[in-house]
């Protein structure tokens, strides 16, 4: 199994600001993903971060929304940027070993005003 | 695409009662199917992983069972109790994605 850390654990901004989620795992993991959960809703997939270039964006989500940086295998992070109140939710972090068994952080609720 | 459906909903039993949560996908040529368990406003804890070369796999009181030809798996709670009130979730591994289902809430009335 891996232990994954999400910072913050919650937050609440204002509109049109950005917030940067850090996700950090206790081992090298090949895979590493970004979910958005909005309220009483299923996870949906948001990108893929790769370690050293660009991550792979899901349709309906952008670089330019949501900048990714994957440094190492260990830690990635997710801005949500120019926020608005569409984009609460939680967002989580999730690793998997060559897309096997997938473990996911404590997530990261983010309320925006 | 793959579809990912998980009925019911929600369900509520009393506690003791031996249960069993559904989930059914489209496209049958999946790798794997995990089961997780999400308390409100958090995040995922893993639950059980079936390969698609698996017929069932078993943890304490959690037996998980996968008939893939017919895109279906049980997740089967025994001896329910109030901590096993929680939304489980199922995933799907097709292709390089995974795919999720909606969830069923339990509730185990004390």
């Known amino acids: 199994s891996a232990v994954i850390s999400q910072k913050p654990s919650r937050d609440i901004c204002q509109r049109g600001t950005s917030l940067t989620i850090q996700c950090q795992v206790d081992?090298?993991?090949?895979?590493m993903f970004w979910y958005r959960q909005q309220p009483g809703q299923s996870l949906t997939l948001i990108a893929t971060a790769n370690q050293g270039s660009e991550a792979t964006y899901e349709s309906g989500f952008v670089i330019d929304k949501f900048p990714i940086s994957r440094p190492n295998l260990t830690f990635s992070t997710l801005t949500v940027s120019n926020m608005s109140p569409e984009d609460s939710s939680i967002y989580l972090c999730?690793?998997?070993?060559?897309?096997?068994?997938?473990?996911f952080g404590p997530g990261t609720r983010l309320t925006v005003l | 695409k793959q579809e990912v459906t998980q009925i019911p909903a929600a369900l509520s039993v009393p506690e003791g009662e031996n249960l069993v949560l559904n989930c059914s996908f489209t496209d049958s040529a999946i790798y794997n199917l995990q089961w997780f368990r999400q308390d409100p406003g958090k995040g995922l804890t893993s639950l059980l992983l079936?390969?698609?070369?698996?017929r069932e796999q078993t943890s304490g009181r959690l037996n998980a069972s996968l008939d893939k030809s017919s895109g279906r798996s049980t997740l089967y709670i025994a001896a329910s109790q109030p901590g096993d009130s929680a939304t489980y979730l199922c995933a799907v591994l097709t292709g390089n994605q995974f795919y999720f289902g909606t969830g069923t809430s339990l509730t185990v009335i004390p």
């Open positions: 079936i390969q698609s070369s698996q």
């Open positions: 999730s690793v998997a070993i060559y897309y096997n068994e997938q473990f």
């Open positions: 081992s090298q993991v090949t895979m």
